[in-house]
């Protein structure tokens, strides 16, 4: 498989501001037409450093909304290897034990990946791999709201715990870095995962710069 045929599509935004559902929903539509064997999804968040050498109570002290809380390096060289046809086994994450499991999914090459996540336009490596770029635009109130429901139903968290790492990172981290970084999207979608006509236009995207129409 060469450069040309595979193309990356990045999608950020504030934590819960409907990045995976935006995804899940252009994989599963474009699955019928290219065949689920070449469009995947990676997640960011898949990517978050190794913690296992630490304690507990020092692992939930870690800036999780900071660039520096990812392990870019291995980031960039699985979308290279997965350029040049090479599969890569992706790191799973555990946000109940705040490090990656013992566990892999392993990742084969693809005409169309999908990353997502709240950092991956800060980094200029993550930019230049990127062929379409999406900065998802929900209001803030609406996204700690979905962050609240999801962190205490999925992420095995307690009210106070989200509302303190609210205040304490996820807000200013997201006025530091990724709202600066909506400059370098192709594409901003307003409202988020819902946005029919905006899913609409990058499933048309995807199939031109594919040499589908
Ligand atoms: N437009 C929407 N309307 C209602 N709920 C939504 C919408 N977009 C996302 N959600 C819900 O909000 C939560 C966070 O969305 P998700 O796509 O996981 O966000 P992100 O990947 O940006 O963190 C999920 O429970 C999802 O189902
Ligand atoms: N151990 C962790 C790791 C990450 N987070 C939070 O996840 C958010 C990013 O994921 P989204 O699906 O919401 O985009 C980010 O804001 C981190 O604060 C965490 O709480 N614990």
Do not use: W
């Amino acid at each position: 498989m060469s450069d040309q045929s595979c193309i990356i599509i990045t999608i950020t935004g504030a934590s819960a501001s409907g990045k995976s559902l935006i995804a899940s929903t252009i994989h599963r539509e474009l699955c019928n037409e290219l065949g689920c064997k070449d469009i995947g999804i990676i997640a960011e968040d898949s990517y978050y450093k190794d913690q296992s050498h630490l304690a507990f109570e020092e692992r939930i002290k870690t800036n999780y909304d900071h660039p520096n809380s990812i392990d870019r390096d291995l980031l960039i060289e699985h979308l290279q290897k997965l350029k040049q046809g090479i599969s890569v086994d992706i790191p799973v994450y555990s946000y109940v034990e705040h490090t990656r499991t013992s566990e892999v999914t392993h990742f084969s090459p693809k005409k169309v990946i999908i990353l997502e996540g709240i950092l991956l336009l800060t980094d200029e490596k993550v930019r230049r791999e990127s062929n379409i770029s999406v900065f998802v635009d929900t209001p803030l109130d609406t996204c700690f709201i979905r962050r609240l429901k999801r962190d205490m139903e999925e992420r095995g968290r307690s009210l106070e715990s989200v509302v303190e790492q609210y205040n304490k990172t996820v807000r200013p981290m997201f006025f530091q870095f990724i709202e600066p970084s909506k400059r370098y999207a192709d594409i901003i979608v307003p409202r988020g995962g819902k946005n029919r006509i905006a899913i609409n236009m990058l499933k048309a995207q995807i199939m031109h710069l594919l040499g589908k129409n």
